[in-house]
């Protein structure tokens, strides 16, 4: 079946850090993959996103690219913030399957 | 203009005990999808509703059982509560004929509501 794979969190930085949440998912198909974030209290909001192979989504200085070789979609960002600080979700939509699978979610601490 | 709101954002209720969790869509959303996340977990998919029906269902037993009203509002019902069914439940929404490229990138997610069952 379809499902996604992070790494365990939870992951904590200083400012200005290099990240990198691994993200591998088993699919059939061509999914379109995604990132979501979620801050405390709040709901979940769509951070970025690929939908072929090759593909680089990227958002408010997070990148990920869809490998389909490697079967991952690992997001990075070159130097964190504070406010970066949530939990990130990696998910997949299979090909009009109308609805998301997602892994576990990695919590990531940004501290001053 | 609203996103998707939910109430209420927290409940406690005791095993055995049915619960109703409400939703209203995003102005403009047609379909709407609940979402279960348990606690250090993704969420997973419950079912999903579109013109007033259950058009898909993820992995849930009967208990779980939803609505759809005219306005495009939805309601989730958990019947005979287990402990297991504490969780933070979310709804999304989106707008059915927007999904070119992809259902994930039109969804907009509610901040959801905080279900404990003791």
């Known amino acids: 079946g379809n499902s996604v794979t992070q790494m365990e969190g939870p992951v904590t930085l200083s400012e200005e850090a290099f990240l990198t949440i691994n993200c591998t998912y088993t699919?059939?198909?061509?999914?379109?993959l995604f990132w979501y974030v979620q801050y405390p209290g709040e709901g979940l909001q769509l951070l970025l996103k690929?939908?072929?192979?090759?593909d680089k989504g990227s958002n408010k200085g997070f990148e990920a690219t869809y490998r389909k070789e490697t079967t991952s979609f690992h997001l990075e960002k070159g130097s964190v913030q504070v406010s970066d600080s949530a939990v990130y979700f990696c998910a997949l939509e299979r090909g009009g399957s109308e609805k998301l699978v997602f892994g576990k979610g990695t919590k990531l601490t940004v501290n001053p | 203009d609203a996103g998707v709101t939910q109430s209420p954002t927290h409940l406690i209720k005791t095993r055995g005990q049915q619960v109703t969790l409400r939703c209203s869509p995003k102005s403009g959303h047609d379909t709407v999808s609940w979402y279960q996340q348990a606690l250090g977990q993704g969420p997973q998919f419950i079912f999903q509703y579109y013109e007033e029906e259950e058009r898909q269902r993820g992995n849930f037993p009967d208990r779980f059982s939803g609505h759809q009203f005219p306005n495009y509002s939805s309601e989730l019902n958990v019947n005979a509560l287990l402990l297991g069914d504490s969780a933070l439940y979310l709804c999304?929404?989106?707008?059915?004929?927007?999904?070119?490229?992809?259902?994930?990138?039109?969804?907009?997610f509610g901040s959801g509501t905080q279900l404990s069952v003791l």
């Open positions: 690929a939908t072929k192979a090759d």
């Open positions: 999304a929404s989106s707008l059915e004929t927007s999904w070119t490229g992809g259902l994930g990138e039109k969804l907009f």
């Open positions: 699919a059939t198909g061509y999914p379109s």
